[in-house]
């Protein structure tokens, strides 16, 4: 038996598998994009025949205004709020698969969050929001261009270099956030933290556009799932992180994606 043969053939059909899986997708998103683009053109019509009944993102975009006082157009409008729509589905999706991991290995969190749920209250969900996304940020760092020479550390940098503030580090400095490694809600409940040490959707005028809409997003599945189930872990050890595209996920997340 050639076993190179084998060994290719077997690498050949890997990738054909993994081309078919991609084209399939791909082929499905392409194929729903135009009905996607009629339903959202049909809201973009009603929130602007009739703007002072709607109260959401899509009204605040309406309302917009560029440099030179134009609003935007309906194409535009269909590009910001397919952004918001999916460009943050995995992003906010593995930012709740963080969240129930860490919930299920810190019982006193989760059973606390249970509790405050049980009696209307959020404020100790927006703490847990807030902390998975500290100790397990989706996105490790964001690249930023310098406009105008800075010095950083000591070091003199021209303007046009390109900078990576990491998150993670910003977010596991100990002179910010005390036993940097623990999951511990309460520390939100202490105040904010200090300017630019916690950032995982990124700073400045840069900030992600969807940073609300994901939090938003992120404390209804919370509420939703652990009022209607009782959540436990397969296994009591802490999962660790993988980079999967531009994300940090699970180590099993990124294994079967």
């Known amino acids: ?71 935007l157009s309906d194409e535009n409008l269909l590009d910001q709020i397919i952004t918001l729509l999916l460009a943050g589905h995995e992003t906010t999706t593995t930012g709740l698969a963080w969240a129930f991991e860490r919930l299920t290995r810190h019982r006193a969190a989760l059973e606390r969050l249970q509790g405050e749920l049980d009696a209307g209250e959020e404020q100790y969900l ?33 303007a046009d270099t390109l900078v990576f503030p990491a998150i993670v580090l910003a977010q596991t400095s100990s002179e910010a956030f005390p036993d940097p490694e623990d999951f511990r809600p309460e520390r939100f409940l202490d105040g904010s933290p200090p300017p630019y040490t916690f950032i995982p959707f990124g700073g400045g005028t840069r900030r992600c556009i969807g940073a609300p809409f994901a939090v938003m997003e992120m404390k209804t599945v919370l509420s939703t799932v652990l009022q209607r189930v009782e959540l436990r872990a397969p296994d009591p050890r802490p999962e660790q992180p993988r980079s999967h595209h531009v994300t940090q996920r699970e180590m099993k997340l990124a294994q079967s994606a």
């Open 1 to 71: 038996m050639n076993h190179r043969s084998t060994r290719q053939g077997g690498l050949w059909s890997t990738a054909m598998h993994s081309c078919r899986h991609w084209l399939c997708r791909w082929t499905h998103a392409t194929c729903a994009r135009p009905e996607v683009d009629r339903l959202l053109y049909e809201e973009i019509d009603a929130h602007r025949s009739n703007p002072d009944a709607h109260d959401d993102i899509l009204a605040l975009l309406i309302s917009a205004r560029d440099a030179d006082g134009e609003p």
């Open 126 to 158: 927006d703490a847990v929001v807030n902390e998975t996304l500290r100790v397990r940020p989706v996105i490790d760092g964001v690249w930023r261009k310098l406009t105008a020479p800075a010095v950083v550390a000591g070091h003199r940098l021209p």
